[in-house]
């Protein structure tokens, strides 16, 4: 080091924190202190609201999953450099609201930003009406996505549908039905969602599940299909593709077994095509 070198001093990590505290809790107390003389005296409201640190320099949005900033921006009522004592949380969250991919929305003030933090609901399956529908676990319909894009889901056919506007619900039992199995199909320990691209449920006793990867029908009871239930379906299927066995169809509803029809040329000569797991 040479003569005269004088080094910045460089604080550790308790101090910078005590440091950042403080200075947050300058900040809140200046702004606390302005509510307050806008609460007594109506006319620093406008006095303040032209100070850059009481205004709406910057308005972000987090939280997003599928949409994007853009397509949320406009049902914001805020202008940039628009004054916080003019801003109205509740007619902010009523208007994302709106939106029936938005379930709920809350509104922060930062010094010169506006903090908006939605929660989106999430595309639970695809409902087969004419084109396909996102639809969130609750049976919201939800609008398309401006960019054309469509959540990974399993396609659910033959489902009646009362109406198919965006933010309307379906309420019908059968899709309490493919609620519960979807779930059950993503349960950990289970995990067989990613196997399954369709559910048939135009069959009033059963739901018809049918594999993505080589269309094989799966008959279940949506009363009595349970994990474990699931977990041997698993099994079955994974050790049918380790035989190399071409499989006519699958019925597991019933408890403690699952029943495998074969195709004749696939069973190397054995005498049954029919195999009970």
């Known amino acids: 080091m040479r ?48 100070l850059p640190m009481f205004q709406a320099g910057r308005v972000e949005v987090t939280g997003l999953l599928y949409l994007t900033p853009d397509e949320v921006r406009p049902s914001i009522p805020v202008r940039e450099g628009q004054s916080f004592f003019a801003v109205r949380p509740d007619e902010i969250i009523r208007s994302l609201l709106k939106n029936p991919r938005i379930e709920s929305a809350s509104v922060r003030f930062m010094p010169a930003e506006l903090m908006i933090q939605v929660h989106e609901r999430r595309p639970f399956v695809l409902v087969n009406a004419g084109r396909l529908l996102e639809v969130d676990s609750t049976g919201t319909i939800l609008p398309p996505l401006a960019r054309g894009l469509i959540a990974d889901r399993p396609v659910v056919s033959g489902l009646s549908m009362g109406g198919r506007r965006p933010g309307a619900r379906l309420t019908t039992s059968r899709f309490a039905d493919v609620r519960r199995v979807v779930s059950l199909l993503e349960s950990p320990g289970v995990d067989l969602l990613p196997e399954v691209s369709e559910i048939v449920v135009d069959d009033p006793r059963w739901l018809t599940l049918r594999t993505s990867r080589d269309q094989i029908p799966i008959l279940i009871d949506p009363d ?25 169809g699958v019925d597991a509803r019933y408890r403690g077994q699952v029943i495998v029809r074969c195709a004749p040329d696939s069973l190397g000569g054995e005498p049954t095509a029919r195999d009970k797991v």
Do not use: F, H, Q
């Open 3 to 50: 003569a005269g070198y004088r080094a910045a001093a460089r604080l550790k990590l308790p101090e910078r924190r005590r440091r950042n505290r403080r200075i947050l809790l300058g900040l809140l107390a200046v702004g606390l202190l302005g509510w307050g003389l806008t609460r007594v005296a109506p006319g620093a409201s406008r006095v303040l609201g032209k």
């Open 224 to 248: 009595r299909t349970t994990p474990r239930c699931l977990m041997a379906l698993a099994a079955t299927l994974r050790d049918l593709r380790a035989r190399d066995r071409r499989v006519l």
